[in-house]
């Protein structure tokens, strides 16, 4: 089972077009682990045991006669919650919207996934209203880190990370405004892309919150990417298609490329030493390679998350004003009490918070403009407690230090594991290129892993 669970993607794709393996030994090994663990992670909910297992069937029958549905038949995947799928329940993290009648759409990422035939399992869970960085829910309870249950998974897809480092699935569609996949990715020890805004459409249309595929490896986020990137034209800012098989051009030389080496924004929380030798060591394994390294100074002197949390504030706060006040009484308390700090923010300030962000980016642009890619941190953390809303519990995203800029420039971040520290809890490493590069952060990922020394073990 455990050679089954460990498998990518990728292999498994090849071996199911070959008759290797049977997609319903991989769901039914899939579901087993599901079963074993589920209770103790809390990454899953809606699980749908008996269609999975029809699905795999079906699948099974269509390698049979040389007739893939696409190029993910077969392959157990999830979707967050926050994701609509037809005939599933949306709760977006909170109980207030227990009771919800169940979706009557698929939404791109879904629409991809499935039209590629990947079997649906589950879906994962997520923090009231995808606005905290951690894995703590009205809804679900505490989403645990399987590297170490007594710490955090972070968010806002929580449960997306656990799912993949517990062997849950092979793959997880996420999604990210702040750092929503990329933070989850850092303290599960998994790959996380946000694509360049756009690449992947999803709904509603936004400017800065991104659907991102999910995985143990680089080549499974790239493989998944190419399915998710196909254009629809529900989403008015998706970008035109680039027609690329993302996970067939991922060797690349390294040389000669200009990486900057940025270990403080300016603000935030101080980087843990653990972490910023991790990030060092990223640099200096692409140095080797023949990339062009130099350190960065920090591109701010003020914080410039500070505007970007009042206007999650404000979204927070429209959200909470949608529920009745019965179910209002439902929302974690912490969400409900961050997003009622907006309640003295008129729309003149909104407009000027927005001015402020965009006066940021430019900011931030500037400062890098010379750098085909940057190595950040993902977190200035290895860890927090499971139970806690966030590093600061009175500023819960504020540690989304180094990932919230990089969704207003839109520019594709990616997050993979690179060390851990001396408990073997991992620690993530953030690659953002130029807009529109997303083969190119992918290219530098993999050159990455392929320089790593090796990493600890799956918790499964």
């Avoid at 880190?145 to 990370?161: E, F, I, K, L, R």
């Avoid at 924004?265 to 140095?287: H, I, K, N, S």
């Avoid at 927005?354 to 890619?373: C, T, V």
Wanted: net charge negative.
């Amino acid at each position: 089972m455990r050679e089954l669970l460990e498998s990518s993607a990728l292999s498994l794709a090849a071996r199911f077009r070959a008759r290797e393996v049977s997609p319903v030994e991989v769901v039914d090994a899939t579901l087993d682990r599901i079963e074993q663990s589920n209770r103790e992670i809390n990454a899953l909910w809606s699980i749908r045991a008996e269609a999975a297992r029809d699905a795999a069937k079906a699948a099974e029958a269509r390698f049979a006669k040389g007739e893939p549905a696409g190029a993910l038949d077969g392959i157990p995947a999830t979707l967050k919650d926050s994701i609509h799928v037809t005939g599933w329940p949306y709760l977006h993290g909170t109980a207030a919207n227990e009771g919800r009648a169940a979706s009557t759409f698929d939404a791109p990422p879904a629409a991809r996934t499935l039209e590629a035939g990947a079997i649906l399992l589950a879906k994962t869970t997520m923090p009231d209203f995808g606005l905290l960085a951690a894995g703590v829910s009205s809804a679900f309870g505490i989403v645990r880190n399987p590297w170490d249950p007594s710490t955090n998974t972070g968010g806002s897809s929580a449960g997306a990370g656990a799912a993949l480092a517990t062997g849950f699935c092979h793959l997880a569609v996420g999604t990210d405004i702040a750092g929503s996949v990329r933070l989850p990715a850092a303290h599960c020890g998994v790959v996380a892309l946000k694509p360049t805004q756009g690449r992947i459409p999803h709904l509603v249309p936004s400017t800065t919150r991104s659907a991102g595929p999910m995985a143990r490896n680089v080549a499974d986020v790239a493989f998944y990417l190419t399915t998710l990137a196909g254009f629809d034209n529900r989403d008015s800012g998706a970008l035109a298609p680039e027609n690329i098989a993302y996970h067939e051009r991922l060797d690349a030389d390294m040389k000669g490329r200009r990486v900057g080496l940025l270990l403080s924004m300016g603000y935030g929380a101080p980087v843990e030493p653990v972490v910023q030798d991790v990030v060092r060591a990223a640099a200096r394994a692409l140095a080797d390679a023949g990339a062009i390294v130099e350190e960065v100074a920090p591109p701010f002197a003020y914080d410039a998350y500070e505007a970007i949390d009042l206007s999650l504030q404000v979204r927070g706060l429209a959200e909470y004003r949608s529920f009745t006040r019965e179910q209002q009484a439902r929302v974690l308390p912490q969400v409900r009490d961050w997003s009622l700090k907006a309640e003295g923010i008129d729309g003149a300030a909104y407009f000027d918070l927005l001015i402020r962000i965009e006066a940021s980016k430019l900011e931030l642009l500037a400062a890098i403009d010379r750098y085909d890619f940057l190595v950040t941190p993902t977190l200035p953390c290895v860890a927090f407690p499971a139970e806690q809303v966030g590093l600061d519990v009175e500023t819960p995203l504020a540690h989304a230090t180094f990932t919230a800029l990089f969704n207003q420039t839109g520019q594709p971040a990616l997050s993979l594991p690179f060390g851990h520290d001396a408990k073997n809890r991992p620690i993530g490493v953030q690659v953002v290129g130029r807009r529109l590069d997303d083969l190119g952060v992918l290219q530098v990922g993999a050159a990455l892993e392929k320089l790593r020394r090796p990493m600890p073990a799956w918790p499964f």
